[in-house]
Every structure is written in C-alpha cells, then in structure tokens.
Nanobody
Framework: QLQLVESGGGVVQPGGSLRLSCTASGVSLRFYTIGWFRQTPGNEREGVACISSNGVRTKYGDFVQGRVTISKDNTKNTIYLPMNNLKPEDTGIYYC???????????????????WGQGTQVTVSS
C-alpha cells in the first residue's frame, strides 16, 4: 500500500525559501502522478503543482508565478518542491498526493488523487 510522507516545512521569513519533500513507501512512484496541494487559513485546499509519472510533464497553480519547481527522483521515490520568495499568504499545510491514473498531461484536480500524506506546516512570518 502506498504511503506518502511530507517533510521540509518550517518557519521562514517573507522572501525566504523552503524545499518540501514527499517520500513514498510501499509502491514505486514511477506509476503515479504526484501533486502538491495546500490548505491555507480560511481557504479551500488548492493545487500547487503536479508532475507526471515519467517526470516530464508538470503543471502549476496560477498563484505560483514561477516561485516553485516540482521535480521527481524515481530512484529515491521522492518528489521535491523547492519554494522561493515565500509570502505570508503561502502559510498553510502542504500535502502531497498520488494519482494512479497517470493522466497526461497531469491534472491539478484534487478529486483525481486517491492517496494523501499527512501534510507539513509552512509558516511565512517576520
């Protein structure tokens, strides 16, 4: 059974950077599209970025504006999400999730993702 564990969250000042990681166990990520979603205070969960099973195709949420780059290392069964120029409104819980339909191009639709991690807290504050 696929299990996802996020890490890399923390507290950072505005303009700072963090790199989130999502490591899978139980199944190889080469068979999954992986997405990052976030839940910010007072808002519905929204898609941040996703990457296709082969690591070639990506899609980003409109608010990302070039500040994140999703990547995949199938040898380590890990997805990375470096985030730069963080803003206070980026504060929230960040989740990774797996979509086994392997749709091409990958979709940032929450309903497509059946397996979810527990999330990692990101706090952007001065």
């Amino acid at each position: 059974q696929l299990q996802l564990v996020e890490s890399g969250g923390g507290v950072v000042q505005p303009g700072g950077s963090l790199r989130l990681s999502c490591t899978a166990s139980g199944v190889s990520l080469r068979f999954y599209t992986i997405g990052w979603f976030r839940q910010t205070p007072g808002n519905e969960r929204e898609g941040v970025a996703c990457i296709s099973s082969n690591g070639v195709r990506t899609k980003y949420g409109d608010f990302v504006q070039g500040r994140v780059t999703i990547s995949k290392d199938n040898t380590k069964n890990t997805i990375y999400l470096p985030m730069n120029n963080l803003k206070p409104e980026d504060t929230g819980i960040y989740y990774c999730a797996a979509d086994q339909t392997m749709h091409i191009p990958p979709l940032l639709l929450e309903s497509m993702y059946g397996d979810w991690g527990q999330g990692t807290q990101v706090t952007v504050s001065s």
